[in-house]
């Protein structure tokens, strides 16, 4: 049995949902960072959990790659097909099934999109809080381990997954977890399928936590005369147990970009964005308290976006920052790192990659969800030019080894793909041989993401 | 080979550490809840994870099961060695071994107990929140994915145990997790050894999270009219996503108990204990919402446990409250159940329980960490008489079965253990299967507490 095998048998149950041109087969070939594209033999839209079931058990009896695909804006090459086989497209299973107001949970198929999602929750006065920036669907955020700028507040994709339906490689549909909000019954297999990039089951439905959307917002900006002073100022706010709902680092590099692109007009300097959530008097406390702290490192005070459209203005530039930082460096790609460590060592680990930015003379922007002790580089590359490629690969594999040094992960929500397997050895020791037996048994014949988070073969 | 040889050799490696007493391996053949006493062969005393690894490796060259021990507060029969061999009381690895005090986490023993971990944390302003009312040791409430008062706030252990270190059944030690606050590298093995009850390795490390002593804090007691108007207050107080820290559900049988064991003096009606953190003007503000809320579902309004020594004396009469139960029905042992449902299906969860109690006859008073939907009852029976114990366990079964058709778990917080392990193939279903087999690839000769969560052989 072959890949051949497989294709013609998938062309013959799912017809025009089987896809084979160049085109499409180009367009799966690559995602959004630097990974060199492989093409898939054929691309699949299932229309439900039974399809998956019916491609994965075609694919076991002849042994074909599946990589599950979302809206492919992951950073580390997940979603690129290294084996061939099939790229299974989940976009078309989008629908919300069930949102179920009273105890805060939606049910929702993995290729709904978070924006989708909160479009659809407007009305029920709740909201999906994991926010990666990107508009990416609930299952790849699922299967990623995704969080983002409000995760100090909300939590992760780990945090934020109640439950899930998932096909296993020899066909079999599980559901794992429950809508109850904390149970002792059994293994937590739910927590092991978020994360586990496709690798372990294809994820066909999530039940997510909703959160009530605040009665009271309020967004601020706040530069500062030092990158330490605007971190020691994370830092203690986190300490001090605030319900800060997002504290995002943006450097004088990454405003620059952010100025140009999105017409924002905030000094160029080390700058905090800030919001807060809660009620009236809460959102005002927090913010005087924050105050207090920022004012003696060094903040220059806020600026704050009391209009709604300033508020929406301000993170949507926030979002668009690497859009910014493209725009600013045409021609150049990003080649993104992905550093969280204990907060302690937060300080220690920006003031030492800024230093290493420098010696490397390359232009890498930084922002970062600081508050989880969480930041990222955009190293601007030509990725056809090999000396720059090469000094962005040093580059990135000083911050890894930092992240491990400082006790921290070498990918804080941008998971392990292509981009970071070479350092799972490093960051788990034993337990990253325990996650190839888990992957064995879950997997044996390796056809469900292959050559991604493990090297089995 | 056979136990004998395990005894043999443990206890030359082991001396005074490995007994043998009939009054000891009597202590450890029985728990706190109704399960039948099995003794184990021998007791053994680690000192260190080098001793487990020892000891595991000497059970594992002879098939001699082990059975870890904590504080021995679990009450699903966790600890009962059904099949033998060694009870592996962690007790003396008690030491803390570090308090991370910036990035709020600790390192402690197993043998830790919660109380001994909040002690010596008094001083640093920060606290360990998980509180499931016994002073139970933190590897024991890892293993049973414990919870209790406060979790509605601060999460469970599945959100508290940021890394673990982890003797396997073959002798490796790994760590799982890592003190950063989030993190995308790999299978989450940590959250798949918290709740898995000794049966995937031994725990003999763990870093947990911790939070900043609240500024304010201001407990209170609310009475109502009805069952059904306390717990609608607490649906909508949670819907409303006040950050409670503590709402606890008391019927008016456990008042009784209560108020003769704790002199307490409070009206034996439907209760809610409550408790607020926060900053002064939001404990106030809590507080008056939730006056709000309940005063539409007949509450008749708060009794402030205003003074810190009142606040810890309402507390310890609610953590007593077994105690007290057990005080007021001498004789009797209370057969515990666990339910834990969508809040949105608390009230005819609790409703149609205490229609059941009724008929059944039986003495039951409720308790229920009602925030997360979770509530129990001690069934008092005499164990010797055959009648109250089939009737226990035909009320008892009721109660998890709605909990499944509700679509909660029949354990919120106690475990599988002996006493729930027959509900894990109607809970879980297909998924019941990838348990087992997760539990063959970690322990395939089946060493580790064998006979609980799964049923290999």
Avoid at 31 to 40: L, T
Avoid at 45 to 72: K, L, M, Q, W
Avoid at 204 to 216: D, I
Avoid at 311 to 326: I, P, S, T
Wanted: charge should be negative.
């Amino acid at each position: 049995m072959s890949i051949a095998d497989a294709l013609e048998r998938l062309s013959n149950a799912f017809q025009d949902r089987c896809v084979t041109t160049d085109a499409m087969r180009e367009q799966y070939s690559r995602n959004e960072a630097h990974h060199a594209p492989v093409r898939p033999d054929a691309v699949l839209f299932p229309h439900s959990t039974e399809d998956v079931r019916n491609i994965v058990e075609i694919c076991r009896e002849t042994g074909c790659p599946i990589t599950a695909y979302g809206a492919g804006t992951s950073l580390e090459g997940h979603i690129v097909p290294v084996r061939g086989g099939i790229s299974l497209d989940m976009s078309r299973m989008n629908a919300i099934l069930k949102v179920n107001q009273e105890d805060m949970d939606a049910v929702v198929q993995p290729g709904v999109t978070r924006r989708q999602l909160n479009e659809d929750l407007r009305a029920t006065g709740l909201f999906f809080p994991v926010d990666p920036g990107a508009d990416a669907s609930i299952g790849g955020m699922a299967a990623t381990r995704a969080s983002g700028t409000n995760a100090v507040r909300y939590g992760t994709m780990r945090e934020c997954v109640l439950a899930c339906e998932v096909v296993l490689a020899d066909g079999r549909v599980i559901r794992a977890g429950s809508r109850s909000r904390k149970s002792s019954a059994g293994y937590d297999l739910c927590k092991l399928f978020v994360g586990s990039e496709g690798t372990l089951g294809i994820m066909t439905e999530l039940t997510v936590k909703l959160f009530g959307q605040p009665e009271a917002v309020s967004s601020a900006t706040c530069g500062f005369e030092t990158v330490e002073g605007a971190v020691q100022s994370v830092i203690e706010t986190i300490q001090l147990g605030m319900p800060v709902a997002r504290i995002e680092f943006l450097d004088e590099l990454q405003l620059q970009a952010m100025n140009a692109y999105s017409k924002m007009g905030i000094p160029e300097r080390p700058t905090l964005f800030l919001e807060f959530h809660g009620t009236d008097s809460g959102v005002a406390e927090q913010a005087e308290r924050f105050g207090e702290i920022s004012a003696e490192h060094g903040g220059l005070g806020f600026e704050w976006a009391t209009r709604e459209e300033d508020r929406n203005r301000l993170w949507r530039a926030r979002h668009d920052a690497y859009y910014g930082v493209k725009a600013m460096w045409p021609g150049k790609r990003g080649y993104i790192t992905d550093s969280c460590v204990p907060i302690s060592r937060l300080a220690e680990a920006i003031l030492e990659t800024k230093e290493d930015i420098r010696k490397s003379g390359l232009i890498a922007p930084m922002v970062g969800h600081v508050g989880d002790g969480n930041f990222h580089l955009a190293i601007m590359i030509d990725p056809e030019n090999p000396d720059e490629l090469k000094a962005a690969e040093k580059l990135s594999h000083a911050v890894a080894e930092r992240s491990l040094r400082l006790g921290g992960t070498v990918t804080g929500e941008h998971g392990v793909g292509l981009g970071k397997i070479k350092y799972m050895e490093a960051e788990h020791g034993a337990a990253y041989g325990v996650m190839a037996e888990i992957k064995r048994t879950f997997d044996p014949q390796n056809i469900l993401n292959p050559g991604k988070m493990i090297s089995l073969n």
